[in-house]
């Protein structure tokens, strides 16, 4: 597959780490060599050195037969315009990143089909998806629904309160188990866990569970003390902040603090809400944060632009008793600091973006796939075709590349769990969790 990414921008460089990995024609667009230079040295790709809107270096660049165009500098005028000419010379889809939560309304995706433009992408709307999603569960740091909830992948960091700890794997998840743990994150590392692994204090353990379960794994890893989020602070009143506002649940109430007194006024405007409260003031004030009810907060959530920032008020918030914690951690290079410092849930918008493209270059049979940031690993929703090599053994007899093991599949619309006795049908949509695996390694046994 030929794919052209236009702008080595941080969302253009960590799609060209994912899609390097599965030996993809790649090729990377940029005016500034420098860009260029420092992804050049760290991944196999093709770059070039021009404008993204020149029609001779997007025909040079191979426009004309690419199967994906995808334009996600900063200047969303840029990366529409340069799509529509890639289009025009005869690339199959082409993507564009975009600042303004008006150009991805429903009514308007026809319109801007029709320019060119097959799809359009606003980081800070899919990053508040992951913000609100997280909140409906105080005590998960990273929650991925399968199929629209049929299957649940939850991330949980084991505390001294959980039941299961120091017990092997092959005791815990047996074939009638509620639950099946399909990753475990222990001092920098990822684990595919086998039978003989054992859970310790402080790993980051990635389950799959249907719904029902839910209440039974909050049990057993000892976090039914913790309390449902209600009242939430959110410091930073960007767009982020503004698009997860919009989707907040009824029963939570919001205190948005805003440091620019021109910003708040804006946001009152912007936010016809009686459960949000804007507050001009400085988030990592401790004053402020007393006075406005920090110790009865269940959720803090740092959305400034320094990363910095954020990590150090979310501290102050955990070491003010604040449970739930979720920073925006722009820079990549602070994403295992802030995961080792036990921040919370991080919020990366150019990783969440870079990943919601990824799955478009993906073969017919991998429906959904998701980057997990903090495990560096996929989670990909595939579909068993009749007669493909899945669904002609058990799954223990398949023989999966190392680092990919199958959580859960989804039949007729109900979630099942998966152990080494089951048996894959054609239509089942099988949820494979992989590190270090090439997609493409995984899409061949299920076509």
Avoid at 92 to 109: H, I, L, S
Avoid at 132 to 158: E, P, T
Avoid at 329 to 337: A, G, K, P, R, T
Avoid at 395 to 403: I, Q
């Amino acid at each position: 597959m030929k794919i052209i990414i236009a702008g080595a921008y941080a969302i253009g460089s960590h799609l060209a780490k994912l899609l390097s990995r599965n030996n993809q024609d790649i090729v990377l667009i940029d005016d500034d060599e420098q860009r260029l230079e420092n992804i050049s040295s760290d991944y196999d790709i093709l770059t070039m050195h021009a404008s993204p809107t020149s029609l001779a270096a997007l025909k040079n660049a191979g426009a004309a037969d690419a199967n994906l165009y995808i334009a996600v500098t900063p200047d969303e005028n840029l990366n529409m315009n340069s799509c529509v000419m890639a289009k025009a010379i005869g690339a199959k889809k082409t993507v564009a990143k975009v600042n303004n939560y008006e150009f991805v309304e429903p009514e308007m995706a026809k319109f801007y089909e029709k320019l060119g433009i097959d799809s359009l992408i606003y980081p800070e709307n899919l990053a508040a998806y992951d913000i609100v999603n997280g909140l409906k569960m105080s005590w998960v740091r990273q929650r991925w629904d399968v199929h629209g909830g049929a299957l649940v992948m939850l991330g949980i960091k084991l505390r001294e309160t959980c039941e299961i700890l120091d017990r092997p794997l092959k005791e815990l998840c047996k074939p009638d188990s509620p639950y099946y743990i399909v990753a475990i994150r222990r001092d920098g590392d990822t684990i595919i866990p086998g039978g003989n692994d054992v859970l310790k204090m402080y790993d980051l353990v990635y389950f799959m569970v249907t719904k029902q379960y839910i209440p039974y794994v909050r049990k057993i890893v000892g976090k039914e003390h913790y309390v449902d989020v209600k009242n939430v602070m959110i410091m930073g009143g960007g767009d982020t902040a503004v698009r997860a506002l919009k989707n907040m649940p009824e029963y939570m109430n919001v205190k948005l603090m805003e440091h620019d007194v021109e910003r708040c006024d804006i946001l009152n405007d912007q936010i016809d809400d009686q459960r949000v409260m804007v507050i001009n003031g400085d988030g990592r004030d401790l004053q402020l944060l007393n006075e406005e009810g920090i110790h009865t907060t269940q959720a803090f959530v740092a959305l400034t632009s320094n990363a910095e920032t954020n990590i150090l008020a979310c501290l102050t918030a955990k070491r003010m008793g604040v449970r739930k914690t979720v920073a925006a951690v722009e820079n990549l290079d602070y994403v295992n600091m802030a995961v080792s410092l036990d921040i919370g849930t991080i919020i990366n918008k150019k990783a969440i973006a870079a990943s919601h493209i990824y799955q478009m270059m993906l073969d017919a049979e991998v429906n959904n796939v998701r980057f997990l940031m903090t495990a560096n690993a996929d989670v990909a929703e595939f579909t068993a075709h009749p007669k493909s090599k899945v669904t002609k053994k058990r799954v223990f007899e398949l023989g999966l590349p190392n680092g990919a093991t199958i959580g859960g599949l989804v039949r007729n619309g109900e979630g099942h769990l998966v152990s080494g006795g089951t048996q894959i049908e054609a239509g089942d949509i099988v949820v494979v969790f992989c590190y270090n695996v090439r997609m493409e390694k995984l899409e061949k046994f299920f076509k």
